[in-house]
């Protein structure tokens, strides 16, 4: 019903940046949420931004001023510009859609984003 496909993640120096791209295919639902959560080893899968079907962006506060949300045109591709990356952004982003209003919600696998020193 929902297949979501990440790509972007890699290696990279603090301080640089890194652009992630999830791909949604499959059934299009008019409402819905699109967005990108993170886990980092040893701890709980965080919220990082989404987006709702109106536009409306949500940031975790760790990550507002340096990360943008936005959406593609055809409105099935969200992207994560990371910009100023630091250590503790190392984690494995998940993208996520979520199909409103019944909240049921569907995950991609993962993508590693790994920032050295």
Same mark, same amino acid.
């Given at each position: *019903?929902? *297949?979501?496909?990440?790509?972007?993640?890699?290696?990279?120096?603090?301080?640089?940046?890194?652009?992630?791209?999830?791909?949604?295919?499959?059934?299009?639902?008019?409402? !819905?949420?699109?967005?990108?959560?993170?886990?980092?080893?040893?701890? *709980?899968?965080?919220?990082?931004?989404?987006?709702?079907?109106?536009?409306?962006?949500?940031?975790?506060?760790?990550?507002?001023?340096?990360?943008?949300?936005?959406?593609?045109?055809?409105?099935?591709?969200?992207?994560? *510009?990371?910009?100023?990356?630091?250590?503790?952004?190392?984690?494995?982003? !998940?993208?996520?859609?979520?199909?409103?209003?019944?909240?049921? !919600?569907?995950?991609?696998?993962?993508?590693?984003?790994?920032?050295?020193?």
């Amino acid at each position: *019903q929902v *297949q979501l496909v990440e790509s972007g993640g890699g290696l990279v120096q603090s301080g640089v940046s890194l652009r992630l791209s999830c791909v949604h295919s499959g059934r299009i639902f008019s409402l !819905y949420r699109m967005g990108w959560y993170r886990q980092a080893p040893g701890k *709980q899968r965080e919220l990082v931004a989404t987006i709702n079907h109106d536009d409306n962006i949500l940031y975790a506060d760790s990550v507002k001023g340096r990360f943008t949300l936005s959406r593609g045109n055809a409105k099935n591709t969200v992207y994560l *510009q990371m910009n100023s990356l630091k250590l503790e952004d190392t984690a494995v982003y !998940y993208c996520q859609y979520v199909i409103l209003p019944t909240m049921r !919600y569907f995950w991609g696998q993962g993508t590693q984003v790994t920032v050295s020193s």
